[in-house]
């Protein structure tokens, strides 16, 4: 039986345990299982957290493995090796997708019901191959996508514009990698489109800034790795956000990477998209207005996904 209060994290490196961190302090969940190739790291780490308990939110928190994971409502899949400097996110694509059949392998055998939420790198790969090997119903898989791409777009648009970024409303769309890009043409700040608000508060150069701010993003995670060897933080945060709307059934707009069949002429293939997340995972996808250069850049981003997808599913 599905316990809506369990989540299950697989895979305890930076990424899994950043994330295991901002979801104890959440509050969304009362059982929490780690699961590791290594157990004792797993146990270190439900260690760790659980010591924390008497000053955040009742938790059960232990080191587990796939059995244990059986009735969660959400496996958070962070499992797979580390992008290294000057390493780009598809470089990680054979290494991964690897470990990653291993796990689908496991889950699917235990008929899991839970939503998964594929967090590890190269994202967009590893969501289609979770999609294809887990067993589970399209619209219970989901990539974290360009969550946090477009968090860092928002912050980035925010310290420019000197404005709350929970007013600004733009995405980071396609790849979660090196072809993503911002949909300027749908920008804005609370209803107010993009240019139009750079100008009131005195900004006029678009172009310039338009192109400094999406490459800024684009090389985020590369200028943070090349400084403390990995990222976690950011993306933490980013799974507690996809989780909540999960777990609350928040009918939220995420731009998270799923299967796009039949959207902009774009098929069978994981990308990010805006969608309406809630206690059943994937409702819609959301189709931004794009201009004709964001088709044909989607297209693109599309083109070298399904590429690596063909020589390694």
């Known amino acids: 039986m599905l316990n809506l209060r369990k989540v299950a994290i697989i895979g305890c490196g930076f990424v899994g345990s950043a994330s295991a961190f901002a979801l104890m302090q959440s509050g969304l969940f009362s059982e929490m299982v780690l699961i590791d190739v290594n157990r004792d790291r797993a146990e270190g780490e439900a260690l760790d957290i659980a010591h924390g308990m008497p000053l955040a939110y009742p938790m059960k928190i232990y ?90 777009l928002r912050y980035l648009l925010g310290e420019h514009l000197q404005v709350d970024t929970r007013s600004i409303h733009a995405f980071i769309i396609g790849e979660h990698g090196d072809s993503e890009f911002a949909a300027w043409s749908s920008a804005n700040v609370s209803g107010v489109p993009l240019h139009d608000f750079c100008e009131m508060r005195g900004h ?26 990995a990222t976690y933080y950011g993306i933490a945060m980013a799974v507690k956000r996809i989780s909540a709307a999960i777990i609350r059934d928040e009918k ?55 590429n690596i997808a063909q020589d390694v599913l």
């Not at 009735?71 to 992008?83: E, K, M, R, S």
């Not at 490459?215 to 400084?227: D, G, H, P, Q, W």
């Open 252 to 306: 939220t707009v995420l731009p998270i990477s799923s299967l796009i069949n039949n959207t902009y002429g774009i098929e069978n293939v994981a990308l990010s998209l805006p969608a309406i997340i809630g206690k059943d995972g994937v409702e819609n996808i959301i189709p931004l207005r794009l201009s004709a250069e964001e088709h044909r850049k989607l297209r693109e981003s599309s083109d070298v996904l399904k």
């Open 204 to 229: 006029r150069d678009h172009s310039e800034a338009m192109n400094r701010i999406e490459e800024s993003v684009r090389n985020s995670a590369y200028e943070i790795i090349k400084r403390k060897q």
């Open 63 to 152: 080191a587990g493995d796939y059995d244990s994971a059986c009735d969660a409502a959400l496996l958070v899949i962070t499992a797979g090796a580390n992008q290294k400097p000057g390493e780009t996110r598809l470089d990680l694509v054979k290494k991964n997708v690897g470990i990653f059949k291993g796990i689908m392998s496991e889950i699917s055998k235990r008929s899991c019901q839970g939503i998964m939420l594929v967090v590890a790198n190269p994202v967009d790969i590893l969501t289609l191959t979770a999609i294809k090997h887990s067993g589970l119903p399209v619209n219970r898989v989901i990539g974290s996508g360009t969550v946090l791409d477009t968090a860092r």
